[in-house]
């Protein structure tokens, strides 16, 4: 690991290791177990821009509820299996990673974390998997995958992230149009609303093409979410189901909305070829 003036480490009575990273032009918060990053707060206007739930499991076993949850290789529950069969979303995120290089700039401090595995049940392929952070003006995160086999192989990704907004009921979404799948009306296509506010439980696949920006203003601030690498977009917010959440308040939905960039439609690695998705999140000009 090396050392760099911009981060420092702490480490919580569950053994959870934390980079601490504050610069000339934000501070971030990232955690080695699912390299997750937990904090993002741009120096020009103070304000978070991401949530984690009051009541987020950081144990090293349990998903973090909030932050950027990283999924891959693959996305949701099934996987072509039982639900359950298979962690959802599948095993970066439970794992701890290794911080590889700290790179600092006059304008940025880069991170490269490093998974421990990236074979488990329902997926043997040879690969290489590297996580770069970028905590700057932006918050840039890239997950690279590389082929190391010599056969082909798909998978899905997503960058699952979850942005503070002030209060849900004042949020709208600029960016994103077109038809979308309604996960919570059986994968029905559906118009996206303009204005594109939420209302009740959302779960929506927005297929689109990359690169693509959104915004999300919600009456106190304005974000802007830069994606490339994905073929669709994932808006979520579980509206009153979170609480059937066990790490989320009943209430926790009306100060969350995970806008995520996403690869939900199988991406096929050939031999030494390199896919990167990635998110930039700044506040909005
Ligand atoms: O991205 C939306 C989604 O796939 C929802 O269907 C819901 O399952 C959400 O992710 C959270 O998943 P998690 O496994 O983190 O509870």
């Not at 939905?253 to 050939?270: D, F, S």
Request: glycine share 8%.
């Amino acid at each position: 690991m090396t050392t760099s003036d911009s981060i420092s480490l702490s480490t919580n009575q569950e053994g959870l290791t934390f980079i601490n990273v504050e610069n000339a032009h934000a501070t971030a918060k990232v955690a080695l177990f699912g390299a997750h990053v937990m904090s993002f707060r741009p120096k020009s206007d103070g304000k978070e821009r991401l949530w984690v739930s009051p009541h987020a499991y950081l144990n090293c076993e349990k998903p973090i509820r909030g932050g950027i949850p990283l999924c891959w290789p693959w996305f949701g529950h099934n996987h072509g299996q039982e639900k359950g069969t298979l962690p959802s979303h599948g095993f970066l995120r439970t794992q701890t990673w290794s911080l590889s290089s700290v790179e600092d700039t006059s304008d940025e401090t880069v991170l490269t974390l490093l998974p421990a595995f990236t074979k488990s049940k329902g997926f043997e392929h040879e690969c290489g998997v590297k996580l770069v952070i970028t905590v700057g003006e932006t918050l840039s995160i890239s997950l690279i995958t590389t082929n190391t086999g010599d056969e082909a192989f798909s998978f899905d990704c997503a960058l699952h992230t979850y942005f503070n907004v002030d209060h849900i009921g004042k949020t709208t979404i600029e960016g994103i149009s077109g038809e979308y799948e309604d996960k919570t009306r059986d994968g029905e296509v559906l118009t996206t609303p303009v204005p594109y506010s939420i209302s009740e439980e959302t779960d929506r696949i927005h297929l689109c093409q990359a690169p693509d920006i959104a915004i999300v203003e919600d009456g106190v601030s304005t974000t802007e979410i830069r994606s490339s690498g994905n073929d669709s977009i994932v808006v979520w917010n579980p509206w009153q189901g979170a609480a059937s959440l066990s790490d989320m308040d009943a209430f926790g939905y009306k100060h969350m909305l995970c806008v995520e960039t996403t690869v939900t439609q199988g991406h096929t690695l050939k031999p030494e070829e390199t896919h990167i998705l990635k998110q930039v999140i700044g506040v909005a000009k």
